[in-house]
């Protein structure tokens, strides 16, 4: 029972953690104590504030960068990523990045999280967060200073997988990109590596039906307790996690990765959905794949380019680890995003 136990715990760890018991520090406190952003917005960008509905009713809330001096019919981006993080996070440096270069670009948080719309708080589903993609698309392809036929998508860790998904369906979306890409469906369903057996599995989804009484019983679902507050003993890839989420240099208060937590049974809706199940039909538009080199999510984006139509291509990043695709500007190739997009949204 611990070894199931903690598998489910794995099975939970990537996407982040909890409303639940949480250690305060000095500089956490500090944080709290404002809004921010974990970046510096360019003197070359403005940003504005917005919000939209999704296919299901649900508000969106989303941060605008728009290049100075900005002209009709540019091309435009949408961004979110990673799972659990909000838009003053990574996808806000992302959208900033791109302004820079030249793209209308929206970082928005995910339905059921940070300032966004969706009840209960802090939970996923895959399609919803699919939807959320087309929803920024019809949000952009109606703005008066965007040309609705140059709109690309980037996905930065487990909304990677999701991007990948929202343009095999969506054929409005001309490009794509990821970076440190998961696919949710993948891991939660088969763990890291695929190493999950089919009688852990099983457990697993008992030991998870068994919560849905529990929340019945209760008329409120349960969270896990709170991640990337270490304890001692952890892998290595959540030590990075940590240095990211709960330090000043990513933490963000809304964020469910900086010390809240998903519900419990969140993995369900993910547990028998592959969501790239179309992957090929992303084909003729192009696609970009980037990966650290020492990344432990690096399989997951090889493995897409395997199976993936042409045109594609696969970026590894010497050296770099997971997070470091989230903030690292000086390793992170913003030009070659730049190239991409701008050879593609045509």
């Known amino acids: 029972m611990r070894k199931l136990t903690f598998l489910l715990m794995v099975t939970l760890f990537f996407i982040g953690q909890g409303c ?137 860790c487990g909304w990677g997988g999701f991007a990948l998904n929202a343009t095999a369906i969506d054929k409005r979306v001309k490009a794509v990109a990821t970076t440190s890409m998961y696919d949710m469906t993948r891991v939660m369903s088969k763990g890291y590596d695929d190493a999950t057996t089919l009688e852990q599995r099983a457990r697993i989804l008992e030991q998870l039906g068994e919560q849905r009484w529990k929340d019945a019983e209760n008329c409120t679902p349960t969270y896990q307790p709170a991640y990337n507050e270490l304890s001692g003993g952890e892998a290595q890839f959540q030590l990075e996690y940590h240095d990211y989420y709960m330090t000043p240099r990513g933490y963000h208060e809304r964020s469910v990765n900086s010390g809240n937590a998903w519900t419990i049974t969140t993995p369900l809706s993910f547990m028998n959905m592959p969501i790239l199940t179309y992957l090929e039909e992303i084909s003729p538009r192009p696609m970009l794949l980037i990966a650290g080199e020492n990344a432990h999510s690096r399989y997951f984006s090889e493995d ?43």
């Open 304 to 346: 897409i380019y395997k199976n993936a139509s042409e045109p594609k291509e696969l970026i590894i990043i010497p050296n770099a680890v997971h997070v470091d695709l989230y903030d690292k500007v000086d390793i992170i190739p913003f030009d070659k995003l730049g190239a991409f997009f701008k050879e593609h949204l045509n």
């Open 20 to 156: 639940a018991r949480q250690k305060e520090t000095k500089n956490r406190k500090e944080m709290e104590n404002q809004e921010h952003y974990t970046f510096e917005l360019s003197d070359k960008v403005t940003r504005q504030a917005v919000t939209f509905k999704n296919r299901y009713g649900i508000t969106i809330a989303g941060d605008l960068y728009i290049p100075e001096n900005s002209e009709d019919n540019l091309p435009a981006l949408v961004i979110s990523g990673p799972f659990g993080a909000v838009k003053e996070q990574s996808s806000g440096l992302y959208a900033n990045q791109m302004a820079e270069r030249g793209f209308i670009a929206l970082a928005f948080d995910p339905s059921y999280t940070g300032e966004s719309g969706g009840e209960p708080r802090n939970v996923a589903s895959p399609d919803i967060s699919t939807e959320d993609f087309s929803a920024a698309i019809d949000f952009l392809g109606i703005h008066k200073n965007v040309d609705r036929n140059k709109i690309g998508i980037i996905g930065i």
